[in-house]
């Protein structure tokens, strides 16, 4: 089944409240609409009621069984402008600029929704950059109970070679972290692991990747990665993993059984960690690209509650996806 029948299935069981937060852009009234169609969950998007309605007027589009809120007509906007000072007080944050940055950036608020059990999640993105999506949650939601790392991953499903490459396998981090440290490259594979059991509904076998396999090359930066690998022996998870792989020895047999033939994860890897941002952020888009891969993400992991990004050449469609992933995260 595909990775999307199966999120949508799950999420419709789910029933959760998603926060839209940027609700003049037309591709979010389209897929606020088809989720209550879908009865994907119950999506609350945030705008101007006038401005919505007659969008969604011009587009011919029902908002029946979308929630529509005012951020700087909500009454808790200065009880959590407040608040939000308050938590943001020791970076010099003034009641006065946390209320703008509520009112100007809805995802802030949307998380305060989130924060305060009003919402389940948010989705944003589709106008605002992925830094503002990310800052939002680690400054309002913060990290989940024993992670101290935000990252992502991408569910990359094959459209091809799926018989040698499986249908599905994880990438991270692609979206976050722009140089990693051997903790957080530990934390980010335990958050995949998560993310490829409630999200791709898969058991997780990561490879720790590097430009090295066993000792083939000696640098720094590879010590990094080999280091993530004796974090994650002695933290004793519950997954299948090794660390120095290059790509070809994580995911071809062939190349396994030369480069690494002991390795309990080699050739069959089905997460890869990267070890830098710049090499997950070009790897996805080319296997995307190149492959015709569809990658669906990023998806944000180690938030205490999920807040996803959307590229901002997204379509309705994608919205669509990305709130039935959130809702079941
Ligand atoms: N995990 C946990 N905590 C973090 C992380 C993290 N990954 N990053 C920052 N923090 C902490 C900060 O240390 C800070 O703590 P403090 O309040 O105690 O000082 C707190 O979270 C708030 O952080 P900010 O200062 O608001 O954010 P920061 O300036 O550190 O930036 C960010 C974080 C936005 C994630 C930055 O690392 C970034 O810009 N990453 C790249 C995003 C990007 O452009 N991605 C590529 C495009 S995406 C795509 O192509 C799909």
């Not at 943001?88 to 924060?115: D, N």
């Not at 933290?235 to 396994?256: G, T």
Request: with cysteine; proline share 4%.
């Amino acid at each position: 089944m595909s990775v999307l029948v199966n999120v949508r299935e799950k999420a419709r069981q789910a029933k959760r409240k998603i926060v839209l937060p940027e609700g003049h852009d037309e591709r979010v009234i389209k897929a606020a609409a088809k989720i209550v169609e879908l009865g994907l969950a119950v999506p609350v998007v945030l705008g101007s009621t006038i401005t919505i309605e007659r969008m969604a007027g011009d587009l011919d589009i029902s908002m029946t069984g979308v929630e529509i809120l005012e951020v700087e007509k909500a009454a808790n906007l200065e009880e959590w402008a407040a608040e939000f000072a308050k938590m943001r007080e020791k970076k010099g944050l003034t009641f006065e600029k946390a209320r703008e940055i509520l009112v100007k950036e809805p995802v802030f608020y949307a998380a305060m929704m989130v924060k305060h059990g009003e919402a389940h999640g948010v989705v944003s993105g589709a106008t605002s950059p992925t830094a503002q999506v990310i800052r939002a949650g680690l400054q309002i939601i913060g990290t989940k109970p024993g992670i101290k790392t935000v990252s992502s991953s991408f569910i990359m499903e094959l459209t091809e070679r799926q018989e040698t490459y499986g249908e599905v396998i994880l990438f991270a981090d692609c979206a976050v972290i722009p140089v990693p440290t051997s903790e957080q490259l530990a934390d980010i594979a335990i958050s995949t692991v998560e993310t490829a059991r409630n999200i791709a509904g898969i058991e997780g076998k990561v490879a720790l990747m590097t430009f090295s396999t066993k000792g083939s090359a000696d640098h720094p930066d590879i010590d990094i990665v080999k280091e993530a690998g004796k974090i994650l022996r002695e933290r004793n998870v519950d997954f299948q993993f090794d660390d120095e792989l290059q790509a070809d020895a994580a995911i071809v047999k062939s190349v396994a059984m030369k480069k690494a033939p002991d390795s309990p994860v080699a050739g069959h890897a089905n997460i890869l960690v990267f070890p830098n941002l710049a090499a997950g952020n070009i790897g996805y888009k080319l296997v995307q690209r190149l492959a015709g891969a569809n990658a669906y993400g990023p998806i944000i992991q180690g938030l205490n509650n999920p807040i996803n990004d959307l590229s901002r050449g997204c379509s309705a469609d994608d919205i669509v996806d990305l709130v039935a992933m959130t809702a079941i995260q």
